[in-house]
């Protein structure tokens, strides 16, 4: 994402970035975004889906034990 030099500037109708701009450091999110608006065309369309992590955390902080056990073994079996 920080480094998308094998496209063209301005070849892409669409961005899609699902779940991922999260996992970037602080400094780097603004360097994807340049990278994005690089890449789109001029009426391009930028779609930029992320975790509300606040919520996330929220929820599992009220799940009681067999909640938490039933959760954990959804994921690891």
């Known amino acids: 994402m920080t480094d998308m030099s094998a496209v ?3 070849s892409v109708d669409a961005v899609y ?3 991922n701009i999260e996992h970037l ?3 780097e999110v603004p360097v994807a975004l340049a990278e994005f608006r690089r890449v789109l065309r001029g009426d391009g369309l930028l779609v930029i889906a ?3 992590l606040q919520s996330v955390c929220a929820l599992v902080a ?3 034990d067999a909640e938490l056990r039933k959760l954990a073994r959804k994921f690891f079996p």
Do not use: K, Q, R, V
Request: with cysteine; aromatic share 6%; charged share 20%.
């Open 8 to 10: 063209a500037t301005g």
């Open 17 to 19: 970035s699902s779940h």
């Open 62 to 64: 009220e799940m009681d």
């Open 50 to 52: 992320c975790p509300d």
């Open 25 to 27: 450091y602080p400094h």
